[in-house]
């Protein structure tokens, strides 16, 4: 009976092509969607981490009771009791860096680099493809790099060993390659050992990550109460450090993909909704396929076939359907993984990039996904279809006119599903673009058009190196604003929406300055004369930063306005001594000389709060890795060869990368980008579906009411009664659609509140916009059938009745 339901549905499916193709055409583009939606969900969230035992990895979080807040850091002094905590872990690491500049023997470039302590690659179980891991002996001399380093500076993996790479003037040895498939931390090239005891045991400067092994017989839940305990023997031992801090052991897989996961499970929430609006086509063309052929389906029941036989022959039909549309879906969603990762490659953590793919776990959801909604959305039609009135059917042969009755009603229902559906997404869409104009419109503090960024990094480890490398940076801003058409031309460690700058917390010198508390939290930059001119942040009080800040003069400051509010209220905060530990930790203090304006340092997504200035000259080993800014009058793109050649002229040991202000803003929003794209992108394909449903049935009703409209036009009914019946119909449907989907919009909206900025409550003007556009959009799609339905000649359509 199979054998003889494919060959049946086969046959009819060559008989009927176009029908065959609509819903091919339909539900291919929903699956591809899906798939393609699934495939980054699943490699970014469900799959393991492709390392040994990943399911024990864990990253260790800072925990602070008081406020709930968990930060992947930890404070070196922190580290080394973690460190003891060997009856949880098999192996424990720390690490830092980030991009910094590599010189190699002839050429300098931006490379992630990340310190190390030997037991990195015992945590993670990777070995090399070419040479070694690191030994407790390698520390401060030995490097490993990635695959893509290698062969770019070195042609190949085993050319790269013994050679010497230079970061921060330190001479590394290259002792191993790593293979491509090892991207941790995020876009790391270069690891470089590091000793396992920290050089800063500072317990409230949070500047290391940490990563660790279980042992196979500890559970999370076991490791976590032995860190609880450890936090609170620590909180015993150092009040002032350790009050209200603890330990949390986090899955690692779970860490790296949590900035993202609410996020993907929104899109995933939004395609879901795509492929619905698609199945819902499918049904309504199945519905109205099963109608065309009820005097068949009569004829084959009078002749004894059972109802069952008839829709294993239908739900044979709908799987060959689903079949062809799996396989087109399938690529099609090979072709849409690519342009996610594409559009979202700023969004997606790296370490998870490479496991994102079609593979068996895809493609088993796509074919599922395909015969789920075959059958399911098959059912109905094909339930209703076989619900005849054998002697009426066959009375009419086959031109039952279906305005009425169930299966009109399960018509109808669907089409109203699909607009508020479409709607949903239209909405979502909507406040989406209202976040990204909104972002795009935030007062931000700061200039950003014509604004020309370099990211410089010059080789220091000694302090005579970073004065010097201070002092070249003098030289190199004289010689910039001498160019032609530079405005202005600074330096700082911290630009807004950038890569450097730190955090932590600071404190007013008192009686006992070391001993002082530290009770606020300021976002700290290093910035050099001019800086705050060159990005037009206003200097409300004092002064700005000058050639006179140098090292071992004494120390200062500017603070922003929210820092002086949060701090002095509304005293005058020129003159106070301020500390934060930055340097040797001697809590000296800097006096504030100047008070500028707020700036939105994260992006604009975030409001302006308290910041810390401080001399770039003052703190030379900070700052030898920098953000110079240069304001030019024209296009700053255009600048970028003349900067260049200033750079290599004074020393060509400089490693270099450029980029705009307006860039690094829009590179900081680039989350909100990738949502709003991706959400905008599923509502105009849902509401090309719901389009196309909606003058598949109008058509499919107007030519069931052929003879009707006939009838009508003889007894004196103009075309424009005609056309007004017919958009009647699909504005009623259309109606009620809309009024589900405001229902359901409503609630959508509260569900993604968080990925939303600079919005109000409900935001009639969006929906009332979106409401406008569906209901355009659907009356549009049923225009075509009702001026068709006009045009119909009376006498024609009453001779075929």
């Known amino acids: 009976m199979v054998t003889s339901n494919i060959r049946h549905a086969l046959r009819m499916l060559r008989l009927n092509p176009g029908f065959a193709a609509a819903v091919v055409i339909t539900l291919s583009l929903g699956i591809g969607a899906t798939t393609a939606m699934f495939t980054v969900v699943d490699g970014v969230i469900l799959k ?8 024990r990895l864990a990253a260790i979080n800072t925990r602070f009771t008081d406020s709930g807040r968990s930060i992947w850091r930890t404070a070196g002094g922190d580290l080394e009791d973690l460190r003891g905590e060997t009856s949880s872990f098999e192996a424990l690491t720390s690490y830092f860096g980030g991009e910094v500049g590599v010189q190699l023997s002839h050429s300098a470039e931006f490379a992630g680099a990340w310190w190390v302590d030997p037991d990195f690659f015992r945590v993670f179980s ?12 390698d520390a401060a001399r030995a490097a490993i790099v990635s695959a893509g380093f290698a062969r770019r500076n070195f042609a190949s993996p085993a050319a790269a060993l013994n050679q010497t790479i230079r970061v921060e003037g330190v001479a590394y040895e290259i002792v191993g390659v790593m293979p491509p498939v090892f991207d941790f931390p995020r876009q790391a090239q270069v690891w470089l050992a590091v000793s396992a005891v920290p050089e800063n045991r500072n317990r409230d400067s949070y500047n290391y990550r940490v990563a ?3 042992k196979p017989e500890v559970s999370p839940a076991a490791a976590n109460a032995r860190l609880q305990a450890l936090g609170n023997r620590l909180a015993a031992a150092y009040p002032r450090e350790n009050k209200n801090k603890t330990f949390v052991a986090t899955p690692l897989q779970e860490e790296i993909a949590s900035p993202v996961r609410f996020t993907m499970l929104t899109l995933m929430g939004a395609v879901g909704m795509v492929l619905l609006i698609a199945c819902a086509n499918v049904a309504n063309l199945m519905l109205a396929r099963a109608t065309v052929r009820s005097r068949e389906l009569s004829l084959r029941a009078a002749l004894g076939a059972s109802r069952g036989r008839l829709i294993g022959q239908m739900l044979a039909e709908s799987m060959a359907l689903g079949t062809i549309a799996a396989v087109m879906g399938i690529g099609l969603a090979a072709w849409g993984t690519q342009a996610l990762l594409h559009v979202g490659s700023k969004f997606v953590p790296g370490p998870l990039v490479g496991r994102i793919g079609i593979d068996l776990r895809v493609l088993l959801f796509a074919v599922a996904a395909s015969a789920i909604t075959s059958v399911v959305f098959t059912l109905a039609p094909a339930w209703q ?3 005849l009135d054998l002697q009426e059917a066959l009375r009419q042969g086959g031109t039952r006119g279906l305005v009425g009755g169930g299966d009109s009603k399960l018509r109808n229902s669907l089409v109203v599903g699909q607009i508020a559906l479409s709607l949903t997404l239209a909405v979502g869409a909507g406040l989406l673009i209202r976040t990204m104009a909104a972002l795009y419109d935030a007062q931000l503090g700061y200039r950003t058009q014509g604004i020309l960024v370099a990211y410089a990094h010059d080789p220091a480890h000694t302090l005579p190196e970073a004065l010097s490398a201070g002092r070249f940076f003098d030289d190199l801003f004289v010689r910039l604003r001498q160019l032609p058409g530079v405005i202005s031309a600074a330096g700082a460690m911290g630009l807004p929406g950038g890569d450097y700058g730190s955090n932590g917390g600071y404190g007013i010198a008192g009686e006992q300055p070391g001993n002082q508390d530290m009770p606020f939290h300021a976002d700290f930059s290093l910035a050099g004369p001019g800086y705050f001119e060159t990005l037009g942040i206003p200097l409300l009080r004092g002064r700005d930063f000058t050639q006179a800040d140098l090292y071992d003069l004494p120390l200062v400051a500017i603070v922003s306005q929210s820092l002086a509010r949060q701090t002095f209220g509304n005293d005058d905060p020129i003159g106070r001594r301020i500390f934060c530990g930055l340097d040797d930790y001697s809590m000296k203090g800097m006096t504030i000389v100047g008070v500028v304006g707020d700036v939105r340092q994260d992006s604009p997504a975030e409001l302006p709060g308290p910041d810390l200035y401080m001399p770039l000259r003052q703190h030379p080993f900070y700052a030898n890795q920098i953000e110079v800014v240069v304001r030019t009058t024209g296009n700053p793109e255009s600048y970028i060869p003349a900067v260049q050649n200033t750079f290599r002229e004074m020393n060509p040991q400089v490693a270099l990368r450029f980029t705009t202000l307006n860039d690094v803003v829009r590179e900081s929003i680039s989350a909100q ?3 709003m794209a991706l959400v905008s992108t599923f509502a105009a394909l849902a509401l090309l579906l719901a389009i196309s449903g909606m003058y598949a049935v109008m058509s499919y009703v107007a030519a069931r009411r052929v003879s009707e409209f006939g009838l009508r036009s ?4 103009q075309p424009g009664d005609i056309v007004r019946l017919v958009l009647g119909g699909a504005a009623r449907l259309a109606a009620l659609g809309l009024m589900l989907g405001i229902a359901l919009s409503v609630a959508a909206s509260r569900l993604i509140r968080a990925l939303l900025f600079g919005l ?5 003007g969006t929906y009332a916009t979106a409401a406008a556009m569906v209901f355009a959009a659907i009356l549009l799609a049923a225009a075509v059938p ?6 119909v000649d009376p006498m024609i359509a009453l001779r075929n009745e």
């Open 48 to 55: 393991s981490l492709p390392y040994p035992d990943a399911s």
């Open 126 to 137: 990777f070995a090399p493809v070419a040479g070694r891991t690191f030994t407790p002996a």
């Open 212 to 214: 660790a092994k279980l």
């Open 385 to 387: 279809a076989t619900r």
């Open 673 to 675: 980008r990738f949502r």
């Open 714 to 717: 003889a007894l004196g009914a």
């Open 760 to 764: 109000g409550g409900v935001e009639p």
């Open 786 to 791: 009702a001026w068709r339905a006009a045009r």
